[in-house]
T-cell receptor, first 112, second 110 residues
Framework: RKEVEQDPGPFNVPEGATVAFNCTYSNSASQSFFWYRQDCRKEPKLLMS???SGNEDGRFTAQLNRASQYISLLIRDSKLSDSATYLCVAPGGPNSGYALNFGKGTSLLVTP | DGGITQSPKYLFRKEGQNVTLSCEQN?????MYWYRQDPGQGLRLIYY???????QKGDIAEGYSVSREKKESFPLTVTSAQKNPTAFYLCASLKGPEAFFGQGTRLTVV
């Protein structure tokens, strides 16, 4: 089983829509999780961290369900500029130098 | 400003050649990583280094080599043994749980 799994999409939504991405992780000992945003042909950039049950930042809400080992990202009032790939990330352990484990990404396209 | 600098941005390699990708950081981070990304794929760990003069293989180290002679520098060599090197290569450092990335090097075999 992969460390982090997420629905690859693509998700095509109109401007103003609400969209949710889901992610599952395999290491029950993981304490913190992240959502990174990656634009086409660019490096990933940190969008949000999730340390407890959830985190909200403007239009973005990340939630964590430890019992189900499940993380979600909700984007409200989608903007054209939200079009990107969203990567779900869990921390690795000492056997990998604590390297972050990345999901394959969920592609979002917001249309006018 | 502090950050990670990767060079070159684009690199073309002929069959059988070794090429070296540069990664420099001025963040004073101990841990550095090399990832490879193929289209539609997530990032896969090639090598990592937690301290100067020490590095470890990641999940896909075959055909690659690294060095860590200075804290600031973690170059990656793609050797001729790597049969499918065309990919986007990302260097990162870690501070606590957060990763900081360079802008990446896009390597193409011609």
């Amino acid at each position: 089983r992969k460390e982090v799994e997420q629905d690859p999409g693509p998700f095509n939504v109109p401007e103003g829509a609400t969209v949710a991405f889901n992610c599952t992780y395999s290491n029950s000992a993981s304490q913190s999780f992240f959502w990174y945003r990656q634009d086409c042909r660019k490096e990933p950039k940190l969008l949000m961290s999730v340390y407890s049950s959830g985190n909200e930042d403007g239009r973005f809400t990340a939630q964590l369900n430890r019992a189900s080992q499940y993380i979600s990202l909700l984007i409200r009032d989608s903007k054209l500029s939200d079009s990107a790939t969203y990567l779900c990330v869990a921390p690795g352990g000492p056997n990998s130098g604590y390297a972050l484990n990345f999901g394959k990404g969920t592609s979002l396209l917001v249309t006018p | 400003d502090g950050g990670i600098t990767q060079s070159p941005k684009y690199l073309f390699r002929k069959e059988g050649q070794n090429v070296t990708l540069s990664c420099e950081q001025n963040l004073n981070h101990d841990a550095m990583y090399w990832y490879r990304q193929d289209p539609g794929q997530g990032l896969r760990l090639i090598y990592y280094s937690q301290i100067v003069n020490d590095f470890q293989k990641g999940d896909i180290a075959e055909g690659y080599s690294v060095s860590r002679e200075k804290k600031e520098s973690f170059p990656l060599t793609v050797t001729s043994a790597q049969k499918n090197p065309t990919a986007f290569y990302l260097c990162a450092s870690l501070k606590g749980p957060e990763a900081f990335f360079g802008q990446g090097t896009r390597l193409t075999v011609v």
